[in-house]
């Protein structure tokens, strides 16, 4: 299988969580659904800390659907610290541990008679 290299925005996969996640220091595994889901490659920030932004390892077919907006993105991801008295626990910084990717569904039109 041939691995096309796709980079996108780390605020566009994060969203809510861009401001609470740490910086890969590797890659992290991508995931079909779930970890029992299909491996479809690995991400990681290759372009440099200042780049920030993400780079997918994944087949041509899954890069031009990821890059179509045809794919959900979701998170296994862990607390970087442990937790203070006083900070909420929704602030905390996190490290991603793994990433999955869902066909996003698509809402069918509504005919009306």
Do not use: W
């Not at 566009?12 to 490659?41: P, S």
């Not at 890059?67 to 959900?72: E, P, S, V």
């Amino acid at each position: 299988m041939k691995y096309s290299p796709l980079t996108m925005s780390r605020s566009r996969i994060l969203g809510n969580l861009y401001t609470q996640c740490d910086r890969l220091k590797d890659h992290i595994e991508v995931y079909l659904n779930d970890t029992a889901g299909e491996k479809l490659g690995v991400v990681d920030e290759s372009l440099g800390k200042y780049a920030d932004a993400f780079t997918f390892h994944l087949s041509e077919e899954n890069c031009k659907m990821l890059a179509g907006g045809k794919y959900d993105y979701t998170f296994d991801y862990k607390f970087s610290a442990p937790a203070e008295p006083t900070p909420l626990r929704s602030k905390r910084r996190i490290k991603l541990i793994s990433m999955f990717l869902t066909a996003r569904e698509i809402p069918k039109a509504v005919t009306t008679a």
